[in-house]
């Protein structure tokens, strides 16, 4: 079975920085690019970022609101997609998810998603 | 920055057919992906490549793509498709590579 856990959230005052984690497992996880995309309370859904595989240079893009505050990297040994995130803000309290981007295209679909974990910023 | 629109709400009764827009300029053109999202679970993929189903998705969910309008169609709804439906598309023309529509909130009377 194809799953994805995260960990890492929890209660953190702006300025500070804490780093997400993505366990995956039941699928080659090198094979894949992996993203993140958040959901504030109440709120919709909002894309965070991805990193594509080796294969692809392993590169990065990130939307604009988080573009060079949040880092995405892998470890392709562990099968762990990290997002390490600098200079929180408020506006970045929300559940996090990490989700496996199935095709390598710029076309693709989420699927699976991890059952999320929370960040809040407050001081 | 491309923009999706989704009606904030729709309501059927069960055994209908619900019918769930997500407007965007020419979105014809673009590959929508759907989501459906119960409270308090992680999203899950419904439709795929504008109306493909992953495996495990009814035959009752469909979708279609078309103009200015992606439409995502429920048949014969049931009380367990309550739930939040997001649109999704990617716009490489922009810093927001992956476009999310604002959600809609299915209720089913």
């Known amino acids: 079975e194809v799953q994805l856990v995260e960990s890492g959230g929890g209660l953190v005052q702006p300025g500070r920085s804490l780093r997400l984690s993505c366990t995956a497992s039941?699928?080659?996880?090198?094979?894949?690019?992996m993203s993140w995309v958040r959901q504030a309370p109440g709120k919709g859904l909002e894309w965070v970022g991805f990193i594509r595989s080796k294969a692809y240079g392993g590169t990065t893009e990130y939307a604009a609101s988080v573009k060079g505050r949040f880092t995405i990297s892998r470890d392709d040994s562990k099968s762990i997609a990290y997002l390490q995130m600098n200079s929180l803000k408020t506006e970045d309290t929300a559940v996090y998810y990490c989700?496996?981007?199935?095709?390598?295209?710029?076309?693709?679909?989420?699927?699976?998603w991890g059952q999320g974990t929370l960040v809040t910023v407050s001081s | 920055s491309y923009v999706l629109t989704q009606p904030p709400s729709v309501s059927v009764a069960p055994g209908k057919t619900a019918r769930i827009t997500c407007g965007g300029n020419?979105?014809?053109?673009?590959?929508v992906h759907w989501y459906q999202q119960k409270p308090g679970q992680a999203p899950v993929l419904v439709i795929y490549?504008?109306?493909d189903r992953p495996s495990g998705i009814p035959e009752r969910f469909s979708g279609s793509n078309s103009g200015n309008t992606a439409t995502l169609t429920i048949s014969r709804v049931e009380a367990g498709d309550e739930a939040d439906y997001y649109c999704q598309v990617w716009d490489s023309s922009s810093d927001h590579n992956v476009v999310f529509g604002g959600g809609t909130k299915l209720t089913v009377l």
């Open positions: 020419n979105i014809g053109s673009k590959s």
């Open positions: 490549y504008d109306s």
């Open positions: 039941g699928f080659t996880f090198g094979d894949y690019a």
């Open positions: 989700t496996r981007i199935p095709v390598t295209t710029v076309n693709s679909w989420f699927d699976p």
